[in-house]
Each structure stands twice: as structure tokens, then as C-alpha cells.
């Protein structure tokens, strides 16, 4: 039986304007394109599943060549020349940053990083991996420092896993800064870098709550954030990047604690405007994270939000805590509340269609563990969570890639506590 995943959100793309057009001031162009919009990293097109019914997740952990996990973060990536799906990992003290290389059946080998890891002496406070300079190998961006001096460095992979700088790899970041997402904001083809934080220390002039930094197409950067972002308030938690109004290019959706969450739409060559009071309800609740999907099949990417509350004026019913934001078209959202949602405090959500039935499937972080819902296309679910994941699933974070290469999305969790493998399986 071959096993597939599918695809529920539409096809990335280049643009025929990039980040130059812009600058040359031709911003009042309109913007027309025959491609797609954005996809996820993690995903790619494939058939569906022979038999989706059987699927469930296995746990796998024994491939991995550390018994005791201590992990601050990690993330998938492709760190050699072969297509299997690599691991790395930063220990909980985010003092060092190991790879663990796919060996298949053999499991993972670890090996350092590069001498550049070896010798550094800085906390390693984020890190997230992308090909930068479009070689074929996933490149590493790191934000280090203090509080008082945050800085971010990009490490090269020569596609054998050994990571190194290159003397303009290094660039300042506003006090502030926490995590950074590669993503192609520009349209150009290349991953720019959107750096964000809960409380940033913006300039004088403009509040901006963002750093976003332009792929020149070889892996070196420039700010444009001025010319590119609109001010902002603080408290970003977290963005979701698709394109939600339907002209085919990369929107933002920005995740607030404690207030109202954002919608920043995308003029076409990479300038954002914000939308939100226009296009989202107003609800005031604690989000901690979005992910996006088309769930009822009508070509528009849906938002599903988490929170670890909803200000009871905002809630549907008693204990309301996840929404979605459905799309009507054009960007425009309404609030749909839906009771198979968990009713807990909730930090992370992932949408997959992890089953092969092309309808995207949610996995839901709470504060009693992981929630699994299996999508049937129209806003129809089935809680899963029992007969379809491992019984060890109280996890802070989760990454998806393929382990096997069978073309399936398999994922590693996190926590405290411990990391988990997990198989996905159709047997």
C-alpha cells in the first residue's frame, strides 16, 4: 500500500514584481498574478491515503540516539543531500546545538553542529532553520544575547550538517526581539526573516513591533522594516503567514496576548497595511498561537485560534476557549464556534491532514495534553485523540517531517519533561 499525504492550502510561488519594484516607489501599481499563494514549509502535494480509516500515530522514540532529552527547542531540516527528514535540537540550557542525522532504519546519528556551535560562548535564545541561499541545504538562524544586546547570526550548511558563518552573517536586533519565522514576504522565491517579539523597544519615530529583514537572494539581508511594516501595538505572541484575501500573495495574521489579534494584508510586492478593524471581529482573549486551512473547501483560508481564554463576552457557550475564524471571502472573517474544540487552556494548534483524506486535521496542545481531530471537509470533525496517539501526549511544542520518507507527515514533541518520536502509520 503506498501512503500519501495530501494538501488542503494553495501552492506557493514567484512574483513577477519583487522588494525592488517597491523601493523604486511604484507602490500604487496594481498587483496581478496567475499563481498561487503560500504554502506550508512542511507539507507537500501527494495523493490521498489508500485507507485513511487506519491511520494512527506510533511512538518511535527509540530511533533517536539520546535516552534522556533535554531540549529548549528543535526543528526538522534537511542538513545533508539526501531527502529524509533531519532533527535540530537545542538543550534546555540553550548552551549548545547538536544535529541528529537520518540514518532510516538505523535511526539518528548525532554530530555537532559545526565549529562555529562548538565555540560559542552566547545563549542561543531561538532558532529556526530555511535554505537561504537556495543551495538544497536548510541554513540556521540563531538570535543570541541578552536582554540589552540581542543579535542574530545565520549559519551556512555546506549540505553535509556542518553549519558556519560567512563575515556579513551577523546583524543587530531591536531590544525586544524573541523568535524570528523564515517566509517569502517579497514574492521573489527567497525566505526573508520576520523577527518579532512580546515587548519591543521600537525607534522614535514609528512603532514598529517587528524587524523584517529582505532575502538580497544569496542569503544576506536588509532591513526594511520602515518601508515595509505598518506601527504596530506591542504584544505579539506569535503570526501565521497565507494568503487570506485571495490575491495570491503572503498575508500575516499577528497573534496577541491579552488583546486583539491582527490581520496585515500584503499589497502584492511585499508592504503591509493593517486590516483589522475592517476585516476580523473584535474578541479580546489570551491567543497563544494560529494556524490556517481551507476547511470548508471554498478556496479561502480559515484561521484556527487557541487561547488560554476568551473574555466571557466573546464566548458562544460556558467554557469556550478555541475559535475559528472563517473566511467569507476576500479577507473578511466572521467568529465560528465549534464545542468539539477542547475546552481547556491551549498553547499550540497544528493543522495537517495527517490521515490522507485531503481535509485538513487539527492537533491541539492543552493543559491536559494533546487533543488529535480528524477533519471530514465543512466544518465536520471527529475527536480522535484515544484511539489514534500514543498514551504519552502532554507536550509544549511539536515539529512536523517525513522520518520514513514514505511521503506522510511524521512529528517530534516536547517538553520539560521529555521528547517523543512519533510514526505516522497506516497499518
Known sequence: ???????????????????????????????????????????????????????????????????????????????????????????????????????????????????????????INFFAAADLNSDGGDDLILILGDSENPKTQILFNNKKGYFYSKEEGRYSLRLGIEKVIPVDLDGDGDRDLFYFGNMIKPPAKKNHQTMVWINKGDGSFENLTSLLMPALPAGIRDASFADYDGDRVVDIFLVYGKGQNRLLINNGVGKFSDRTSSSIPRILDDSMHADWADFDQDGDNDILVVN???????????????????????????????????????????????????????????????????????????????????????FDQMIFGDINQDKFLDLFGWSRQAGRLWLNRFD
Request: aromatic residues 10%; positive net charge; contains cysteine.
Open 1 to 123: 500500500m503506498k501512503a500519501c499525504k495530501s494538501i488542503y492550502q494553495k501552492k506557493s510561488c514567484l512574483l513577477p514584481f519583487s522588494i525592488s519594484t517597491l523601493i523604486s516607489g511604484l507602490l500604487f501599481i496594481p498587483f496581478i498574478s496567475a499563481c498561487s499563494g503560500v504554502s506550508k514549509p512542511h507539507i507537500t502535494n501527494n495523493p490521498v491515503a489508500d485507507n485513511p480509516s487506519s491511520q494512527s500515530f506510533r511512538d518511535a522514540t527509540g530511533l533517536l540516539p539520546i535516552k534522556k532529552l533535554s531540549i529548549a527547542q528543535a526543528n526538522f531540516l534537511l542538513a545533508n543531500q539526501d531527502s529524509s527528514s533531519d532533527l535540530a535540537i537545542l538543550n534546555r540550557s540553550k548552551s549548545k546545538l547538536y544535529i541528529l542525522l537520518n540514518q532510516g532504519r538505523k535511526g539518528f546519528l548525532k554530530i555537532p553542529a559545526g565549529q562555529w556551535t562548538q565555540n560559542n560562548k552566547e545563549k
Open 308 to 394: 488560554r481564554s476568551i473574555h466571557k463576552k466573546y464566548r458562544r457557550y460556558s467554557g469556550e476557549t478555541n475559535y475559528f475564524l472563517e473566511n467569507k471571502g476576500g479577507g473578511i472573517f466572521r467568529k465560528r464556534s465549534h464545542k468539539i474544540l477542547p475546552r481547556f487552556p491551549s498553547k499550540k494548534v497544528y493543522l495537517l491532514d495527517g490521515n490522507g483524506n485531503n481535509h485538513p486535521d487539527a492537533l491541539i496542545l492543552t493543559t491536559k495534553g494533546v487533543y488529535y481531530l480528524q477533519g471530514y471537509g465543512k466544518w465536520q470533525f471527529s475527536d480522535e485523540t484515544i484511539r489514534r496517539l500514543p498514551r504519552f501526549r502532554k
